[in-house]
């Protein structure tokens, strides 16, 4: 099934020549009839938000089993998709995504943040989903592609940049529960601004009792609609009681602490030691999860990868052992955790504000995806 161009009248205008790159596949590019005004895309580029506002473009790779796999890419106009009432995603929730970020640097140039890790665990996602691999380079090469032609989208700000969403879901139009053999990859962009109103400021975490993001074996791991799904009941039940956020337990002693709805946690205590949830099936491995355990290193802090109860995380915080929590993720960079509250009472990390190494961390993170401090690890790459 493709996407409807033709209620755009994109039929009635020339194509431009199919584009052949590194990843071994050409690219076809559909005209625009009419992209966003200048004037108007700089008026909303003043205030993104996050995720209100989206680019012109998009791009979508079909994928037939019957035609030998992934074929007909397309860089044109973001617009509707098209779906059959009986397309599999709609039934059975085959679905994946990714999140990540083009950033605008000293120069003006733009740069990703190790996007071939974003790459790789959109394909671990899919193998989870029973889904087919998209191949890394042509993964890297679609954004590419919107990031070239939706460039001038990148807001200005500091706090500014292009947040990308490649997501791929079951087209195929059956019922029945089994693998679909037919698949949409499509990546759009989202210009937007700081992910919590106010900045880098503490937050307020619930921690729900009554809801599990993840159970072993599970799909905790992938990074699938589902369970972020799952996250809006306890997230909205935090909202009620004032929090920012929820952090979800393990699924099996419901004590032990995992993740927040969309953010990895870090621990830092009074004797230089880091602790952070480890990756045993039921949490995100996040990359900038990933990217923090070697910066915090080389600070000199010892991180270990190891299980945190609730009751320990009180503990520490009321007698001053734990100096600060931090909560990370591509969306909110790093962000510390002030206040913890849930149906067993509330504590505070640290003083409630921001910790002195959260903030140093940030500030060392943000600086390397945004080129005003050297990237000795090659993470960024340059578009």
């Given amino acids: 099934m493709e996407l409807p161009f033709s209620f755009l009248g994109l039929e009635n205008l020339p194509c431009e020549p199919t584009h052949t790159n590194r990843a071994g596949m050409e690219f076809e590019h559909l005209p625009h009839p009419a992209p966003t005004p200048a004037d108007k895309r700089d008026e909303a580029l003043k205030d993104p938000g ?24 397309t860089l044109g106009p973001r617009e509707a998709i098209s779906l059959d009432p009986a397309a599999a995603v709609l039934h059975y929730a085959q679905e994946i995504f990714e999140g990540m970020k083009a950033y605008k640097q000293g120069d003006d140039t733009l740069a990703l943040f190790r996007p071939e890790q974003n790459a790789r665990r959109f394909n671990e996602s899919a193998r989870r989903m029973a889904m087919p691999d998209l191949p890394e380079e042509l993964f890297l090469e679609s954004i590419r592609q919107l990031v070239a ?108 602490v995992e993740e927040l709805g969309g953010m990895n ?76 509250l849930g149906p067993d009472g509330e504590f505070t990390i640290g003083s409630g504000g921001t910790g002195q190494m959260t903030n140093k961390i940030r500030e060392r993170l943000v600086g390397i995806q945004k080129g005003s401090v050297e990237d000795t690890h090659g993470w960024t790459m340059k578009l």
């Avoid at 012109?56 to 007909?72: C, N, Q, S």
């Avoid at 490649?166 to 679909?180: D, T």
């Avoid at 230089?272 to 995100?284: H, S």
């Fill in 50 to 73: 996050f995720g209100k506002l989206f680019t012109d473009h998009m791009v979508v790779i079909d994928y037939d089993e019957a035609k030998g796999g992934w074929h007909k890419a």
């Fill in 149 to 256: 032609a939706d460039r001038d989208w990148v807001p200005g700000d500091p706090d500014g940049s292009l947040y990308l969403r490649p997501f791929m879901f079951a087209s195929e139009a059956f019922l029945g529960v089994r693998p679909a053999k037919q698949y949409k990859y499509i990546l759009i962009a989202s210009p937007v601004g700081p992910y919590f109103k106010g900045g880098a400021k503490p937050v307020k975490i619930w921690v729900s009792r009554n809801y599990t993001r993840a159970a072993p074996g599970g799909t905790g791991a992938a990074k699938t609609g589902g369970n972020y799904a799952a996250s809006l009941v306890p997230q909205a039940e935090g909202i009620e009681n004032g929090c920012d956020q929820v952090v979800f337990l393990d699924a099996v002693e419901k004590k032990w």
């Fill in 265 to 340: 946690l870090f621990f830092v205590f009074d004797d230089g030691t880091v602790i952070t949830p480890p990756l045993t099936g039921t949490i995100l491995p996040g990359i900038t999860r990933n990217s923090l355990i070697e910066l915090l290193r080389e600070e000199g802090l010892q991180v270990r990868e190891e299980p945190y109860s609730i009751d320990q995380w009180r503990a520490d915080a009321t007698t001053g052992k734990l100096l600060e929590t931090m909560a990370c993720g591509t969306a909110a960079v790093v962000t510390p955790v002030g206040t913890v």
